[in-house]
């Protein structure tokens, strides 16, 4: 397995030379589900908490997510759709990086589907607010019914 990716990691670090900004590069790692890359100056060294920001596909004006890299580089996201997803990394002092990266149409279901809430869900809070209010009222009326306590006056 570990043979298996540094092929793929030189393999993917030779087609990155169009990637190239000021000296900055990229390695994608695809995983089913996760996207993930790393940046690295030119001499190898990581870009460590640089700048990210991501944008989904068909939306360059709009932010899907941004972060930082880690210490040493690397940054994953989960996407929630198939296409090509602009990654803008910025190295700080002039150092920029952006580069596409392209998910497939199984790799774009991430982000499960929210369950439906269950319906009886307010009915409970309802009966638990009405409830409340109800022994808060009982509990008084119970108070006030009670016959007062008679103190006994000592005898003189």
Known sequence: MVPALIL???LLMGTTSTALAHGVRH???QEPDVQAFVVQYS???????????????????????????DAVGGFAFLPDRAGEWR??????????LEFRLQVADGQGSAVPAAEPALPYGNVIRVALGLSLFANLFLAGAWFRSRPPKHKE????
Request: net charge negative; charged share 20%; glycine share 14%.
């Open 8 to 10: 793929a990691a030189g």
């Open 27 to 29: 390695l994608t790692l």
């Open 43 to 69: 001499t190898g060294d990581p870009v460590a908490y640089g700048e990210v920001k991501i944008y989904a596909p068909g939306q360059d004006d709009l932010e899907y997510q941004n972060g930082r890299t």
């Open 87 to 96: 990654i803008v990394v910025d190295a700080g002092m002039g150092h920029r």
């Open 153 to 156: 006056r000592p005898a003189n």
